[in-house]
């Protein structure tokens, strides 16, 4: 699976749009970039996906650039709730071998302030 | 419905003693992942389980293994304990193999083995 590079941390003021960005500058053409977040003492927990269109859902939305490098995780509203680490994956083609195993880097802190 | 289950939530061993965790997936999901996830190591792969069958295995040593039930309960067992196998243990269950192209993982709590 490619690899991936987040920031360590980021702040976010509360009702603000928090941006987390992801290197992925080594994803081939049919791998997937998925976000999960794990809240404290917690599973991780699904967000989004995308291959290459951007996506949206009540979560969040995906932006993934044209040369599909890099992607922006943006969570329109954040609140205190949304502190939590954020992994962002890249995972092979489904139902293949490769696809059935997530592999989590160190993921991003972020960290929702009043 | 309800969630991926876990059990126990936590669990002190002894060095030298062996564990056996649980895990209840989703009804109707037939595929169970294991992680282990430390301080120094992050969230690590273990192993898949789908249809009783392990498909995918990560770089961990044999005392680590796993089995699926044919009601898709997964358990996973670690012999010969070390004080590095403190760990979250996690599991996820998914709709793999079942026709669902973009299937996601739904993770339980864990269970939080400590080794003294």
């Known amino acids: 699976d490619a690899k991936t590079t987040q920031p360590t941390s980021m702040d976010c003021a509360e009702g603000r749009a928090a941006n987390l960005p992801c290197n992925h500058s080594?994803?081939?053409?049919?791998?997937?970039v998925y976000w999960y977040r794990q809240i404290h003492s917690q599973g991780p927990q699904y967000i989004i996906h995308?291959?290459?269109n951007n996506e949206t859902n009540e979560m969040a939305s995906l932006i993934i650039t044209e040369d599909r490098k890099s992607s922006t995780l943006i969570l329109p509203h954040a609140t205190l709730r949304d502190t939590a680490v954020y992994y962002c994956i890249v995972r092979g083609m489904p139902n293949t071998g490769t696809a059935s195993k997530l592999t989590f880097g160190t993921g991003t802190r972020l960290q929702v302030t009043l | 419905k309800a969630g991926v289950t876990q059990t126990p939530r936590y669990l002190i061993k002894t060095r030298g003693q062996q564990v056996t965790l649980s895990c209840s997936p989703i009804s109707g999901h037939r595929s169970v992942s294991w992680y282990q996830q430390t301080p120094g190591q992050g969230l690590q792969f273990l192993f898949e389980y789908f249809s009783e069958t392990q498909r995918n295995k990560g770089n961990f040593p044999g005392r680590f293994s796993g089995r699926q039930f044919s009601n898709s309960r997964s358990e996973m067992n670690v012999s010969t304990l070390e004080l590095g196998d403190s760990a979250l243990y996690l599991c996820?269950?998914?709709?793999?193999?079942?026709?669902?192209?973009?299937?996601?993982?739904?993770f339980g709590s864990g269970t939080r083995l400590t080794v003294v």
């Open positions: 995308g291959l290459k």
């Open positions: 080594t994803i081939s053409g049919n791998e997937y």
């Open positions: 996820a269950s998914s709709v793999r193999g079942q026709g669902v192209p973009n299937y996601g993982y739904t």
